[in-house]
């Protein structure tokens, strides 16, 4: 039986503090929860998931570098990175490895500077505004994805 396809599932700055301020706008659930979700989606989507979080923007580069021997593909919350961030940009399209954005507010009714994303240019879509359930549909997007990659 073939090897189930790995994703990182990378979570940039602040997001650890999930769960814990800010209710209103990003939910109850904490990163430990999401990662959990994640796992169990991924696993009856016959896929794993390897889950990172970081606060610092090199080692979020470093880990996406990584990926490029070890993932199949990349789901990314950056954070306020998302809004900053031409190094995360650039190293996502180093590797070309299928990119999904998922963010758990809807950053388009927000202030004027979440409007704009430099990851988005190297996904392959934005999922944005679903809390916790964004991720899970991330996965399933991406084992499709992957799925029909495969099938070509
Ligand atoms: O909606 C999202 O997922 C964001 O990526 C979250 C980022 C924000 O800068 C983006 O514009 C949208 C912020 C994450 C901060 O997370 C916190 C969690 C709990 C308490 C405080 C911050």
């Known amino acids: ?3 189930a396809p790995s ?4 979570n940039g700055p602040n997001l650890n503090l999930l769960g814990t301020r800010e209710p209103e706008i990003y939910g109850t659930a904490t990163l430990a929860d999401i990662e959990a ?3 169990k989606q991924a696993k009856a989507l016959g896929l794993t998931v390897d889950c990172r979080q970081s606060n610092t923007e090199g080692e979020l580069v470093g880990w996406i570098q990584e990926a490029r ?10 954070g306020a990175y998302t809004h900053t961030s031409v190094a995360i940009l650039d190293a996502l399209l180093a590797i070309g490895l299928p990119v999904i954005e998922v963010h758990l507010s809807n950053t388009h009714k927000r202030e004027d500077f979440r ?13 944005c505004g679903f809390g916790v359930q964004g991720y899970l ?7 499709a994805l992957l799925a029909d990659r495969r099938g070509k």
């Open 115 to 127: 409007q704009q994303s430099y990851v988005s240019r190297a996904a392959e879509g934005v999922i």
């Open 7 to 10: 994703v990182l599932v990378l």
């Open 69 to 78: 021997d070890s993932a199949a593909g990349i789901v990314l919350n950056p």
């Open 37 to 39: 979700l994640c796992r």
């Open 1 to 3: 039986m073939a090897k």
């Open 137 to 143: 549909l991330a996965l399933e997007a991406m084992a």
